[in-house]
């Protein structure tokens, strides 16, 4: 098994997990496995954060299903986010951060179609 503590914390193929809410490990290991490749082993990415960011979640979206966000950057991420049961993954590779999570489908095409919600002013 792959899966290692790193200083009290869970490891998955060398990537430190800062918080996670998924307990499908193979979901655990493609989420890990695509960041690394878009963002390879070096302190500068190999793309801009917003193109690993989108190949990452156009990755996650054709195997596991809509509504998958994904946000890339470096030195720590803060979010505030909602999401589905058991698909949230924040993670750091070398410099990298990295969050993935799902979002509720239905709430998604709500927002979508309801011109209410929208928060423009």
């Not at 009290?8 to 193929?13: F, R, T």
């Not at 060398?14 to 979901?27: F, I, K, N, P, Q």
């Not at 999401?83 to 239905?106: G, N």
């Amino acid at each position: 098994n792959k899966k290692k503590k790193m200083a009290g914390k869970e490891s998955i193929l060398g990537c430190e997990v800062v918080a996670v809410s998924m307990s499908d490990a193979a979901l655990k290991k493609a989420i890990v496995t695509k960041a690394k490749t878009v963002l390879g082993d070096k302190e500068t990415p190999l793309v801009p954060y917003n193109k690993a960011a989108l190949a990452i979640k156009t990755e996650l979206e054709s195997k596991h299903g809509l509504t998958w966000n994904v946000i890339c950057g470096t030195g720590g991420l803060i979010s505030a986010v909602t999401f589905e049961k058991e698909k949230y993954i924040y993670f750091r590779h070398k410099d990298h951060d990295v969050i993935a999570f799902k979002t509720y489908e239905a709430y998604a095409v709500k927002q979508a179609v309801d011109p209410k919600k929208s928060t423009k002013k």
